[in-house]
């Protein structure tokens, strides 16, 4: 077994992502809402109406309903880590839902991690080897080799800095016919274009918040690491377009335009579950 460090140095941390995911709660403003911080899957939801907070809600954890089926955990089995895991409840789902045998949340962000043990105290005092949070980056993971049956990550991937390091700490942690899921928004080909375009629309991308990662990086990364059966499933047609209707009615703070559903429809953007093995032998 490698050595590994559990300690995560601040200035790993991106700027623009200690500060967004700073004293304020994301997760509890109204375009967000209910401990998610994620652009839902509105699959099955009618847009013929305004869309509740409750509908808003059951979006962000249908999100991670498809990337855990996605990742079949087996019940009462599988050891599961999230990277980039937020409040947790993503990761209270994985136990609950999905009979994950036991599940680390990783998160890069302090005070993302501190709201993660406040919201599930009750869980993690009854049971702390099922469920615990650990302070590390993706790109460099407070983890043992061969730790994990199952790696997820709901929408963290735009904020890593490498996708190669990523994908090689994701290949290191799993065990060998580990599987990992791994659902985010990229730039669907390597046209630089769309990432300075992506800079000029959206404000998240200019601040650094988002990067435009194309999509190919994190698949060649992925099979450069040694994994298997590499696939990207476009989800945008369940993503962007319910996410939108639903910021219509909402009051959003200044600086916080629709233009992801105009990008996605331009092809500067696309919403991607994918997944990948590591080989058995
Ligand atoms: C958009 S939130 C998603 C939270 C959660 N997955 C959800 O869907 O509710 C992104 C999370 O990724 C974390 N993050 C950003 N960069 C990271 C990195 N390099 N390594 C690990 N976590 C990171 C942030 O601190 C934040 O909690």
């Not at 109204?30 to 847009?47: E, H, R, T, V």
């Not at 005070?111 to 590390?136: I, S, Y």
């Not at 290949?171 to 990229?186: E, K, N």
């Not at 219509?248 to 997944?275: E, K, M, Q, S």
């Amino acid at each position: 077994m490698t050595a590994y460090e559990p300690e995560t140095a601040d200035e790993e941390i991106a700027p623009a992502v200690r500060e967004v995911y700073g004293p304020v709660d994301l997760s509890s403003v109204p375009a967000f809402a209910g401990g998610f911080i994620n652009f839902g899957d509105w699959q099955g939801m009618s847009l013929e109406h305004p869309l509740s907070t409750e509908d808003r809600v059951r979006s962000e954890r249908n999100l991670y309903r498809r990337v855990l089926r996605a990742l079949a955990p087996e019940a009462g089995r599988s050891r599961a880590v999230e990277i980039g895991c937020g409040l947790g409840l993503g990761g209270a789902l994985a136990l609950g839902e999905f009979g994950c045998a036991a599940v680390t949340g990783v998160d890069i962000h302090p005070e993302q991690l501190a709201r993660a043990r406040a919201a599930h105290a009750d869980l993690l005092a009854r049971d702390p080897r099922r469920f615990r949070f650990v302070r590390g980056a993706a790109e460099r993971m407070p983890c043992a080799d061969g730790e994990f049956d199952r790696l997820y990550s709901v929408e963290a991937a735009q904020h890593f800095r490498d996708l190669t390091a990523f994908a090689r700490e994701s290949a290191r942690v799993l065990r060998p016919a580990g599987r990992l899921a791994v659902t985010s928004f990229f730039v669907p080909d390597a046209d630089p274009a769309k990432a300075q375009a992506l800079a000029e629309r959206l404000d998240s991308f200019a601040t650094g918040l988002d990067q435009p990662h194309p999509l190919p990086t994190l698949l060649d990364a992925l099979r450069a690491a040694g994994l298997a059966d590499v696939c990207a499933e476009s989800i945008g047609e369940h993503v962007w377009p319910g996410f939108d209707h639903f910021l219509a009615g909402v009051d959003l703070p200044a600086g916080w335009p629709r233009n992801f559903l105009g990008a996605y429809r331009d092809g500067l953007l696309d919403y991607y579950v994918i997944t990948a093995r590591r080989p058995a032998h």
